[in-house]
């Protein structure tokens, strides 16, 4: 008992240390974009990640079995559709109404689990899912909230990053980690080259500069094969409820290095969301009773 415990609080921290890369890579991400469509971003991120993974584990790929190759393309399906959705929902809507309904999935997820798989949800858990959702309104809403074509696109986003969660602690202790992750980063790179040719102009004649291929390093090492494989890995030891809680992290992680990086500030009210999300964090390991 006491050694499933440490391997769950290990799991949680180790996912948090995912949260806070990829908000730390949030600006620079931002930065890029700008001059460089998301699809052929997504496009360049995955591939050299794909490329990483099967260099440093060549020999545990090149042996996949059927089963982990299909569940790492549907895990990849899952995660492009959120891109995807994600993406779209921006060009409708402000983003800080797409990032509060993308956070939705923290209260998806339990609610999915239990419909999907039967899952049991303690109450702690549950009730830090709904104060992570209050954190996340007051951290990044700034503007009223509507239900239009791009809120109902970032709703899509929301469900398939839930979807995301799920799947993953459902694949990680079955499947391997490796040829999941490979087989996901595969299925992610070949879509957004799909969507970059078919919607972008620039997906093969993009700009190498310093600033393109900074971004690309870091988020591919970081953000990417770092960040997957930690998730992949560590949700068969936690459950896909406190992930998703974990995960509303990024957003702090974000403001924190905007703050320091470029001296963002932020607003009471979202210091107070802040706090929220953190609590919320540190509430969902309170087990009051064995279950």
């Known amino acids: 008992m006491i050694k499933s415990k440490l391997l769950e609080y290990r799991a949680d921290l180790l996912l948090l240390s995912v949260a806070i890369a990829w908000g730390a890579t949030f600006l620079m991400v931002q930065d ?5 469509g998301v699809y052929s971003f997504l496009f360049w991120r995955f591939l050299l990640s794909t490329i990483l993974i099967y260099i440093i584990f060549s020999n545990k790929i090149k042996s996949f079995d059927k089963s982990s190759a299909v569940n790492g393309m549907i895990l990849g399906l899952f995660l492009f559709a959120g891109f995807a959705t994600q993406t ?10 797409v990032a509060f309904i993308t956070g939705l999935n923290v209260i998806i997820v339990p609610f999915a689990s239990y419909i999907i798989f039967k899952g049991h949800v303690r109450k702690m858990v549950f009730i830090s899912s709904i104060i992570a959702l209050m954190g996340l309104y007051f951290l ?3 503007a009223e909230l509507s239900l239009g074509f791009g809120e109902a696109l970032s709703f899509i986003c929301a469900f398939m990053f839930a979807l ?11 499947n391997d980690v490796f040829v999941l992750v490979f087989f996901q980063f595969l299925t992610v790179t070949i879509l957004s080259m799909i969507f970059s040719i078919s919607l972008e102009d620039i997906t093969f004649n993009v700009n190498f500069d310093y600033t393109f291929i900074k971004a690309i390093l870091v988020t591919a090492v970081f953000a990417t094969v770092y960040a997957f494989m930690i998730q992949t890995y ?3 030891y936690t459950t896909p409820t406190k992930t998703a809680i974990i995960f509303t992290m990024e957003p702090v992680s974000a403001a924190i290095f905007g703050y320091f990086m470029i001296n963002e500030i932020l ?8 706090v929220l ?3 919320a964090t540190l509430i969902a390991e309170i087990n009051f009773k064995k279950t």
């Open 267 to 274: 607003t009471p009210m979202q210091m107070f969301g802040a």
């Open 32 to 36: 890029v974009i700008k001059n460089v």
């Open 277 to 279: 999300i953190i609590s």
């Open 88 to 97: 779209f929902g921006l060009a409708y809507t402000k983003s800080s109404i």
């Open 140 to 142: 990044t809403m700034s």
């Open 234 to 236: 560590m949700q068969q």
């Open 164 to 174: 995301h969660i799920l799947f993953t602690g459902r694949f990680s202790g079955k």
